[in-house]
């Protein structure tokens, strides 16, 4: 698939048939988004693989009760790694290691369309909920969750703004 065809072509997903996703689409997705830009090349990020359904369901129920993500055949979580940032202080933790993982789910999602697959990049959710459920260290913060599956339906394609609203030349 062309590169803007694809990213033209992505949608957020949120609902999911049942067929299971592959182990190895799975692994090459990690290995592709572990691929995007990162600071100072620290890749300041780590990735949990949930497919059991207690875990999903504790998620789920963590992200305000948005039942695809129980739905999904399989959920990553996207964390961002704080000990692995902290060579730049104050601003890798507060804004470097999240662009390393808004980049690499990014990589993802267009992974996973190019491939016939859906996701959805949630951020609504209760952070000491999910890393309660996934045990994740306090160097560790939990920045997204995507649940992945094969599409059983359109998906949303949201209208966006026109370029003139969002383009700035030269000065704001």
């Not at 997903?13 to 100072?40: K, Q, T, Y």
């Not at 267009?110 to 045990?135: C, N, T």
Request: net charge neutral; proline share 5%; charged share 25%.
């Amino acid at each position: 698939m062309d590169v803007v065809e694809c990213i033209e072509g992505r949608k957020s997903i949120r609902a999911f048939g049942p067929e299971p996703v592959e182990d190895s689409m799975v692994e090459e997705m990690l290995m592709l988004a572990n691929l995007a830009p990162s600071a100072g090349n620290l890749q300041a990020r780590d990735f949990i693989v949930v497919r059991g359904a207690k875990t999903k369901k504790m998620l789920a129920e963590a992200a305000y009760n948005q039942d695809f993500v129980r739905d999904a055949p399989v959920v990553i979580v996207f964390c961002a790694n704080l000990k692995r940032i902290a060579h730049y202080g104050d601003r890798g933790r507060d804004l470097y290691c999240l662009q390393d993982v808004a980049a690499a789910i990014q990589n993802s999602m267009l992974y996973l369309h190019s491939k016939g697959l859906g996701s959805v990049w949630v951020g609504a959710f209760d952070e000491e909920r999910v890393r309660a459920a996934l045990e994740i260290p306090s160097d560790a913060r939990p920045v997204a969750i995507l649940p992945i599956g094969r599409p059983s339906g359109e998906g949303v394609k949201r209208r966006r703004l026109a370029l003139e609203q969002l383009l700035h030349r030269e000065k704001w």
